[in-house]
Every structure is written in structure tokens, then in C-alpha cells.
């Protein structure tokens, strides 16, 4: 039987990633994204999810806040749409995490890296391969100014499987597939694709939220949110095609009743006429003008 539960639900990719009972989860999670240089090997959580998880204040914000042994501070969100303003966003909560770590009298050599991590389930950047992007302050000719600000996007819809099914090495695109399939996989054709302990683990908290009458209510509740943002973005969209639809349609019908114009006062004013196929070419404001500069030609004649 299929595993059924979503990890790109944010509740559920909260359990797995920022939960201090699985540090093994996000620390492998961390050294895919981070390169492993300098390798990982401890985390502490910043913000676990509270006892009474059911509280709605308390799990307003999902992202995943964390520090590593190496003191660097990492921010981990999960997005399953394209928010307005998401690369600016990024930037932002990167930029604060950075900024905060200083106070009164500490050193700007006191600073530890401020990192961003997204996984985002649609597309930021189309016409870029790379399923892992990696955004940091470095000159046009690649010279790195410091690795004090990162964001790291993760784009999943962008990771295709390999033709031949078999385990793949990189890491990066394990982590994708795990996000991607793992609710529509059974939990021995995940640990057969993904044999690292760490996905042991993972499929594990899976399958907890699964069975435990609590945990699922919460998960489906989010799940209903998730799907009802999706829905809402949809529904603007789809409004905003209608009016420029409508729109491009009104502008149409008023370029050619203008294009009609010019032709009729061209003819008037005894000057060459131009082909429809020429004023079609103009813009709207372009027509007007000529059609104002044919009207004072008509006026001065008197």
C-alpha cells in the first residue's frame, strides 16, 4: 500500500526536516544542499513544533529554523506555489537572519552564515536546468565575496527519474525524488530507490503521520489549505486572462475604428493613403496623433 502522506505538505516536511527527535533526517538533508563542505554532523532545531500542535497560533509559520556545528543559521520553508515576490521574500528573511545575529558591541567577525533553503514545487526560474540553484554575493567574473548569505531553491518539478530506475548517487536529486514520490510510493519501493539510513527514517515519520489518528487530522487540515491556496491562485488567474482578454479585444475595436479614421481624413486632406496593413502596425496613441495632425491639416484650409 502506497505511503498516502505528502512531505511537501508543509506540516509533514516540518516532522521530517525540524524535528529534534530526527536529527539524522535534516543533517543529511543539509550536507545534499550545503555540498557537505564543511561536512555536518549536528544540528539543533530553533523552533520545534510545540506539544499542542493543534493550535493554529502556534503553527502559523512552518519553516524550519536551525543551527549547525559549524554556528551557521539556516532557514528551511517549503513552497507548493509561486508566491508574488517569493526571490525577494528569500532574500529578505536571509538578510534579517544575517542581521539579528549582532548586537550591541559584537564584531561584524562575530558573523556566522545566514542560509535560506527552498524546496518549491514550481517554477522560479524556466529557463535555467539546474534542479539546485545556489545564490550567493560573488562578482560577475565568479569571485566570491563571502559565503555569508546564502539561498539555496530547489526546484522540483524539474527532476525527472532516471530512464533505467536505478539508485541515484547524487544526493540532491534523492532528496527530489523522495519529495516527489514519496505519497504515491510503497514504503519498500522507497527504501529500494533510497537505501541511506536517513530515508529509513524519513519513510518512517511518514508513515507515523499515516497511523496516527492526530497527526493525520492535522496533516489533512493543511493539506485542505495547501489545495485551497492552489485553488485561489488559480481563480486569479484565470480572472486576469479574462480581463485582458476583454481588454485586449476593447483596445483592438478602438485601433481599428481609429485606423478607419486616419484613412478617411488622409483621403480629405489629399495626401497619400496608407494601407491598412501599414497602420496596423501603429500603436493606438501613435494613430491618434496622426489623426490630430490630420484634423489641424483640415483646419488650416480653412
Given at each position: 500500500?502506497?505511503?498516502?502522506?505528502?512531505?511537501?505538505?508543509?506540516?509533514a516536511?516540518?516532522l521530517l526536516?525540524?524535528?529534534?527527535?530526527?536529527?539524522?533526517?535534516?543533517?543529511?538533508?543539509?550536507n545534499?544542499v550545503?555540498?557537505?563542505?564543511?561536512?555536518i554532523?549536528?544540528?539543533?532545531i530553533?523552533?520545534?513544533?510545540?506539544?499542542k500542535?493543534?493550535?493554529d497560533d502556534?503553527?502559523?509559520i512552518?519553516?524550519?529554523l536551525?543551527?549547525d556545528?559549524?554556528g551557521?543559521?539556516?532557514?528551511i520553508?517549503?513552497?507548493t506555489?509561486?508566491?508574488a515576490?517569493?526571490a525577494?521574500?528569500?532574500?529578505?528573511?536571509?538578510a534579517?537572519?544575517?542581521?539579528?545575529?549582532?548586537?550591541?558591541g559584537d564584531?561584524?567577525r562575530?558573523?556566522?552564515s545566514?542560509?535560506g533553503?527552498?524546496?518549491?514545487?514550481a517554477?522560479?526560474?524556466?529557463?535555467?536546468?539546474?534542479?539546485?540553484?545556489?545564490?550567493?554575493?560573488?562578482?560577475?567574473t565568479?569571485?566570491?565575496l563571502?559565503?555569508?548569505?546564502?539561498?539555496?531553491?530547489?526546484?522540483?518539478?524539474?527532476?525527472?527519474?532516471?530512464e533505467?530506475?536505478?539508485?541515484s548517487s547524487?544526493?540532491i536529486?534523492?532528496w527530489?525524488?523522495?519529495f516527489?514520490f514519496?505519497?504515491t510510493?510503497?514504503?519498500?519501493?522507497?527504501?529500494h530507490?533510497l537505501p541511506?539510513?536517513?530515508?529509513?527514517?524519513?519513510i518512517?515519520?511518514l508513515?507515523?503521520?499515516a497511523r496516527?489518528?492526530?497527526?493525520?487530522?492535522?496533516?489533512?487540515?493543511?493539506l485542505k489549505?495547501?489545495?485551497d491556496?492552489?485553488?485561489?491562485?488559480?481563480a486569479?488567474?484565470e480572472r486576469?486572462e479574462?480581463r485582458?482578454?476583454?481588454r485586449?479585444?476593447a483596445?483592438?475595436e478602438?485601433?481599428g475604428?481609429?485606423?478607419g479614421?486616419?484613412?478617411v481624413?488622409q483621403?480629405?486632406?489629399?495626401?497619400e493613403e496608407?494601407t491598412?496593413e501599414?497602420?496596423?502596425?501603429k500603436?493606438?496613441?501613435?494613430?491618434?496623433?496622426?489623426?490630430?495632425?490630420?484634423k489641424q491639416?483640415?483646419?488650416?484650409?480653412g
Open positions: 500500500m502506497v505511503i498516502g502522506i505528502d512531505p511537501r505538505v508543509d506540516f516536511c516540518k526536516l525540524g524535528s529534534p527527535d530526527h536529527p539524522a533526517i535534516t543533517i543529511h538533508f543539509l545534499a550545503l555540498g557537505g563542505e564543511p561536512k554532523t549536528d544540528v539543533k530553533l523552533n520545534p513544533i510545540a506539544d500542535r493543534h493550535d502556534k503553527l502559523s512552518l519553516d524550519i536551525a543551527t556545528d559549524h551557521r543559521f539556516i532557514d520553508e517549503i513552497q506555489t509561486l508566491p515576490g517569493l525577494m521574500r528569500l532574500t529578505y528573511y536571509a534579517s537572519q544575517l542581521v539579528e545575529q549582532l548586537g550591541e564584531s561584524y562575530d558573523l556566522r545566514s542560509i533553503i527552498c524546496i518549491l514545487d517554477f522560479l526560474f524556466k529557463d535555467s536546468a539546474s534542479l539546485h540553484l545556489d545564490f550567493q554575493l560573488r562578482s560577475k565568479g569571485e566570491r563571502t559565503d555569508c548569505l546564502q539561498i539555496h531553491l530547489l526546484e522540483l518539478p524539474k527532476y525527472v527519474p532516471d533505467d530506475n536505478e539508485l547524487d544526493s536529486r534523492q527530489m525524488h523522495f516527489q514519496a505519497a510510493s510503497t514504503p519498500e519501493e522507497l527504501h530507490k541511506d539510513p536517513a530515508f529509513t527514517e524519513a518512517g515519520v508513515e507515523m503521520i496516527n489518528p492526530e497527526e493525520r487530522r492535522y496533516y489533512e487540515s493543511r489549505m495547501q489545495r491556496e492552489q485553488a485561489r491562485l488559480e486569479a488567474e486576469g479574462a485582458g482578454e476583454a485586449g479585444q483596445i483592438g478602438a485601433r475604428q481609429a485606423i479614421r486616419v484613412r481624413l483621403s480629405l486632406a489629399g495626401v496608407s491598412v501599414q497602420l496596423r502596425c500603436t493606438l496613441e501613435e494613430l491618434s496623433a496622426m489623426e490630430a495632425i490630420l491639416q483640415l483646419r488650416d484650409r
